[in-house]
């Protein structure tokens, strides 16, 4: 039996703590939060500091669920202690602070869409990609935006925190060239957070791979959804499809549950740094190139007026 420590225990905590307490294998032995949203699981003892649940539990598992910035530092800790680490996305707005760092290579970015059927055999094959398009459309209702979600400058916008499962997956095949050129324009039309309620960008690297995105959250007409195109140097076209991805490579029909692809995640974890990663598993060094790319697609964006505003 692994033992989990859960750090953060929000909306997203409470999807691990569940999915942790139904997955064969996992024993959730505390939870972490000085002011939890969300109660553990009954009988799962609650701190208010993490630092103290690392020394006092011992886990062989540490899932951190906490905001951008204080999500890297536990995670970092946590590694340091040789213990395996999930960390939720985006870690940090600051591809800076990814310098690498000897505990990085025990921790790992919770894309849990990335078990989707089929998706480890195409990362693991990695096929030549000269395009690749990721869409999303979702909804965001205005409580989605409070505490630190809020500002951009603790949340960052659709890239970081709806879009990036995308984005991580089309990167990871592109060839990681450097940028030659971006456009990209941001719509904020309801204005409840200093969030984006759209963003499109277009993306051209060196090696003349293109990248184009086109996320938006204020949707409530259209049909949800979130995938990515792949057109392979061969001609062959690639669509993961989803609602999050997570159909995968298969049926939409079949697609596994949310609950399925962080089981899926969690036995994928490393017992110990010799073992052999899981394709679909996203080491956090990797992380970096990800944010950059969305740094530069905020950076170089042009912000759109409202209609009837003056530009």
Known sequence: ???????????????????????????????????PVVAPPAGVPLLARWETALETLAP??????????????????????????????????????????????????????????????LLAQAPAVRRASVTLVCRRDQAYYRSWRTRYATAGGVLHQQAIHGLALALRLL????????????????????????ITATVTFADGALLTVDA???????QRRHEVTLHLDDGQHVHVRG???????????????????????????????????????????????????IDHAYRTARNVPEAGTAA
């Open 243 to 293: 609602r999050n991805l997570e159909a995968g490579l298969g049926d939409p029909l079949a697609a596994p549950g949310d609950l399925a692809l962080r089981q899926a995640m969690y036995r994928a974890l490393p017992a110990g740094t010799a073992d052999p990663y899981h394709p679909s598993l996203f080491p956090l060094p990797q992380l970096r190139r990800i944010l950059e790319v």
């Open 1 to 35: 039996m692994r033992r989990v420590l859960l750090i953060g225990s929000g909306e997203v905590g409470a999807k691990h703590a569940e999915a942790v307490t139904r997955t064969d294998g996992m024993g959730l032995v505390g939870v972490a939060d000085p002011s």
């Open 216 to 222: 938006r959250v204020d949707s409530v007409d259209q």
């Open 175 to 198: 060839t990681p060239a450097p940028i030659t050129s971006c456009t990209a324009e941001v719509h904020r039309e309801r204005r409840w957070a200093e969030s984006e309620d759209r």
């Open 60 to 121: 062989d598992v540490v899932v951190v669920a906490t905001p951008p910035g204080t999500a890297l530092v536990a995670a970092r800790a946590a590694a340091r202690g040789g213990t395996a680490v999930l960390v939720e996305k985006p870690v940090t707005l600051d591809p800076a602070d990814l310098t690498p760092a000897p505990e990085d290579r025990r921790i790992f970015v919770t894309f849990q869409p990335h078990f989707a059927p089929g998706l480890a055999g």
